[in-house]
């Protein structure tokens, strides 16, 4: 496919790329490039995503635009879903439920569509499911590899819960890795020991935010094995990114440097028993 890519539909590519809101920043075909939100190309280098998924079952959880999904069969993978809510007012995030204008709820149900311009300008054969990570266990049995999660930890109010349901559909010694935002200030202070705060903000669409050392933690009660981590790292902002003003006062600086470099993550990993 050239520069005149299209989608099965037989619209420009280009065209179909600019009407859409995409979070993830994927490389499509004919030197296209989706503006995201984010700059996941380069987490992808930060954390230890295997060279090769030749053959294996995958799994990618919380999957937006489909990034990681793609980049899994991109490296090989015999088979990958990956799930997702179609509908935002369906995710379970912490009380009061940001409450969404009529025209953000329209732009969170349009989400699937980033997912599927992707999909089909990439002739992909990855499954999409619009599924719950609680409900993983209920539809699959033992039968993946490797599962993803990717910056949906803090948004539950049962992180725990959601990575024990990933391990009971990953078949014996299956691993995950889990790359997720973590407080930045709370993994400095406590480099060794395991903590996170409860944000209790209204409006706001968080919940816990660990440090590096506590999404370790997370993963080890999940009954996951051969923990290892690391991080913190900054996972870059992309084009698609709203950069508010923010004011040039020395007491807001580290919040100005955190704003623009990017939003800071870390990575957990390990196996099912």
């Known amino acids: 496919m050239g520069a005149s890519a299209s989608t099965t539909n037989g619209r420009p590519l280009a065209a179909e790329v600019d009407q859409l809101t995409w979070y993830h920043t994927i490389e499509l075909p004919g030197g296209i490039v989706t503006p995201g939100e984010y700059d996941t190309r380069r987490a992808a280098a930060k954390i230890p ?12 959880v919380g999957t937006h635009d489909g ?11 015999a088979e990958v879903i ?3 809510l179609d509908d935002p007012r369906r995710i379970d995030f912490s009380e009061p439920v940001p409450t969404l204008s009529e025209d953000a709820l329209a732009n969170r149900l349009s989400r699937p569509l980033a997912f599927a311009c992707a999909h089909d300008a990439l002739r992909s054969e990855v499954q999409r499911r619009d599924l719950s990570v609680y409900d993983l266990p209920t539809v699959f049995e033992r039968e993946f590899d490797f599962a993803f999660i990717g910056t ?7 992180p725990v819960r959601a990575l024990t349901a990933i391990r009971k559909v990953l078949a014996p010694g299956g ?17 060794r020991a395991p903590v996170h705060s409860l944000s209790l903000l209204p409006g706001k ?12 933690r997370y993963v080890e009660k999940a ?6 981590g690391g991080g913190p790292y900054f996972l870059p902002r992309g084009p698609g990114y709203a950069r508010d003003p923010l004011p040039r006062t020395l007491t807001n600086f580290a919040w100005r440097y955190i704003h623009e470099h990017g939003m800071v993550h870390a990575w957990a990993s390990g196996l099912a028993p």
């Open 49 to 60: 995503f295997p060279a090769s998924l030749k053959g294996k079952r995958c799994l990618d």
């Open 67 to 77: 990034f990681w999904a793609f980049e899994m069969e991109r490296r090989g993978a």
């Open 82 to 84: 990956a799930i997702d």
């Open 152 to 158: 949906l930890l803090l948004h539950l109010r049962e």
């Open 175 to 191: 691993r995950l890795l889990s790359n997720d935002h973590v407080s930045l200030k709370l993994s400095l202070l406590h480099p």
């Open 205 to 216: 669409p968080f919940w816990w935010e660990p440090n590096a050392r506590g999404l370790r």
């Open 223 to 228: 009954g996951f094995q051969d923990v290892t």
